[in-house]
């Protein structure tokens, strides 16, 4: 008998998501390869992971996904988005203390800044 090579047989695990135009796709997730938007890597899930990113992440939107999806690898790491935040907190805060500060000067004045009941 001749050297015969053994044809793959992947599993196909299909799952319900939408498109853009919010119509119902069937897709095969198992062998699903995602490309990441910032580095172009191309990049695999496992099916049930993938699914549930989709749908946590994404609202089931299987075009958004494709649009917006970002591995760990491209996304800022752990301390740049603490940084970011304590800056965002930063911020709020400091409009809030302007605003207390406002309204002290108005209290020393004697400026009556309620309103009437």
């Not at 800056?87 to 500060?101: A, E, F, G, P, T």
């Amino acid at each position: 008998m001749a050297n015969q090579s053994k044809k793959s047989r992947k599993a196909k695990v299909f799952y319900v998501l939408q498109d853009a135009r919010g119509n119902d796709v069937n897709i095969d997730l198992n062998n699903y390869r995602v490309i990441c938007n910032k580095t172009g890597k191309r990049k695999s899930f496992y099916h049930k992971y993938l699914h549930n990113l989709i749908v946590r992440k994404h609202e089931g939107n299987i075009d958004r996904f494709r649009t917006e999806y970002v591995s760990r690898e491209a996304a800022p790491d752990r301390n740049e988005r603490r940084a970011a935040q304590i800056i965002s907190r930063i911020q709020k805060l400091s409009v809030q203390l302007s605003n207390l500060k406002g309204e002290l000067a108005d209290v020393e004045r004697g400026v009556v800044s309620f309103p009437d009941a």
